[in-house]
């Protein structure tokens, strides 16, 4: 999958295909929040597929963390992350922000 499918394109006046500016919603701490501590080889991707079932979520999990760089897809080994459970919400939030 290609990393920017799900943003929307527009197009400059000169035709260059330029990506719109995204907006991620905030995704409150619930009870049914799952921690884990980051082991080697450990990335946001793999931990999307791995609870969600799709790698291209990975960015509910990094947003989640938002005191980790995010400037990266692989968070630092043993550092405590969030995952949210309820990512539809996450996900339908995500596209009303951004019609």
Do not use: H
Request: net charge positive; no cysteine.
């Amino acid at each position: 999958m290609k990393r920017y499918s799900t943003i929307p394109e527009t197009r400059s006046p000169e035709g260059k295909i330029m990506y719109r500016t995204v907006r991620y919603p905030e995704i409150p701490r619930s009870f049914n929040d799952t921690y884990v501590y980051t082991t080697v080889g450990d990335r946001f991707d793999t931990l999307a597929q791995q609870y969600y079932g799709d790698s291209s979520l990975w960015w509910i999990i990094s947003i989640s963390n938002g005191t980790l760089m995010q400037n990266s897809l692989t968070p630092p080994v043993g550092s405590q992350i969030r995952i949210p459970p309820n990512y539809s919400e996450i996900i339908s939030k995500y596209e009303a922000l951004n019609k």
